[in-house]
């Protein structure tokens, strides 16, 4: 348990964020399968991503690695084994690229991943022509020289599976068209950030409404400046908010595909001063009491656990939707929410795809985070707030950031 620090003041703190998880594990991958050596800046280290970098390197490729700077140096691909652990960037991203390598690569990760949905990327790549053994971890696949072509999926899951395939199709023989036909795929933002970094490596990618298809060619090695990760400066900047305080984020890119972009207007909406000026972001929050808000969160769902935790302290009703697929993630981040928020004495009501939030007067207690970094984040933001809040695991949040209870303190008491 870790005993959550409760604000007694304003905060006013400088918060520096490391690296994007998403824009890292992208730029791996794209710098295995390169023509030549990549270079990494501002990597983020944390579980996920190195677990990325466990899984290249078991493939194959050679990784130089001092601190957030990552020489990659492409290799010939081999079979071999490949630990997930809870990262849905692995687990999807991964083996498309599996199926390019010579031999056999068995997959496996953590007891909670083993019931994350897995057919839509592995039925894929059977549609392709690839040997695979298995419907969810642990899986197998059997590699070799995947001709590629055009091939449909219902993304309606993930856009991870959308990107996993891009992201290795220009090394496909034919290339790779990708069709989703299902209802609506969430979190496309992340969709247009591979395009971009496909595009950026030299790859050629045509898209179209609701197809994306990628030329076959090489995949160039280039230098990968990666920004923060703007959704883990999310529970920070939420701080601010909730305390009347001022945080600054440095480095805030003007120009992003992050879906974490998206939550400077969302602060806006519930009454925050937000300015962007010379790279540094800097909320400010309200005298008065934040306003409940109406969102379809559909294409930024990661933002979900933050934002529901800002509306159990607002004034005003909230209802989040868009986001059914959030039961699909590291847990079923609906279900945790809504329990979390009702066992403080708050109202939490699940919707078929959301949430809706009622604010009640908070109580302490525990906290349990589900082994997911962004329940335990929320339950961070709640307990400046609500005294005597005991997070359970907060470890957890090492998946993506490591050091949060640190710099979560250093704020707090700061």
């Not at 991958?29 to 290249?56: K, N, Q, V, W, Y």
């Not at 990552?70 to 084994?81: F, K």
């Not at 642990?138 to 993930?158: H, R």
């Amino acid at each position: 348990m870790w005993a959550a620090p409760t604000a007694s003041h304003p905060i006013v703190w400088t918060q520096r964020i490391p690296g994007s998880k998403s824009m890292t594990n992208r730029a791996l991958i794209l710098a295995a399968l390169a023509d030549g050596p990549s270079t990494l800046l501002g990597a983020l280290r944390s579980r996920d991503t190195d677990l990325m970098m466990s899984a290249l390197q078991n493939l194959g490729a050679e990784l130089d690695i001092d601190g957030s700077t990552i020489h990659v140096h492409p290799r010939p691909l081999h079979g071999g084994d490949v630990d997930c652990g809870l990262a849905g960037t692995v687990m999807r991203f991964v083996p498309p690229v599996a199926a390019l390598a010579k031999g056999n690569t068995h997959f496996d990760g953590d007891a909670q991943a083993r019931v994350r949905p897995m057919d839509t990327i592995l039925n894929a790549l059977r549609d392709l022509g690839v040997t695979v053994i298995g419907e969810r971890l642990p899986f197998s696949i059997s590699g070799g020289q995947p001709a590629g072509g055009v091939v449909t999926i219902d993304a309606s899951a993930s856009s991870q599976f959308v990107s996993g395939l891009l992201l290795a199709g220009a090394r496909y023989t034919d290339g790779l068209c990708v069709r989703h036909e299902g209802r609506r795929i969430p979190s496309t933002p992340h969709i247009d950030m591979t395009v971009e970094m496909l595009r950026a490596a030299g790859v050629t990618v045509r898209t179209g409404d609701a197809e994306w298809s990628v030329s076959p060619g090489p995949i160039h090695g280039r230098t990968w400046q990666i920004e923060p990760d703007l959704s883990n400066a999310t529970p920070f900047l939420a701080a601010a908010a909730v305390t009347g305080g001022t945080v600054r984020i440095p480095d805030w890119p003007s120009r992003t595909t992050q879906p974490g972009d998206a939550f400077r207007g969302i602060l806006e909406q519930m009454g925050c001063s937000v300015t962007l000026s010379n790279g540094t972001l800097t909320v400010t929050g309200p005298d008065n009491p934040l306003q409940g808000v109406t969102l379809d969160l559909g294409d930024i769902g990661e933002l979900t656990p933050t934002i529901a935790a800002l509306a159990a302290l607002a004034e005003g009703d909230s209802r989040l939707t868009g986001i059914a697929h959030l039961r699909g993630h590291e847990t079923d981040r609906l279900a945790a929410l809504a329990r979390e928020i009702n066992n403080l004495g708050g109202s939490c009501i699940e919707l078929p795809d959301g949430l809706h939030i009622s604010p009640r007067p908070l109580r302490g207690g525990i906290w349990c985070s589900y082994a997911d970094h962004r329940i335990a984040t929320a339950g961070a933001i709640l307990g400046l707030r609500v005294p005597g809040m005991q997070i359970e695991n907060v470890e957890t949040t090492d998946k993506t950031l490591p050091g949060f209870a640190q710099m979560w303190g250093d704020m707090a008491n700061g």
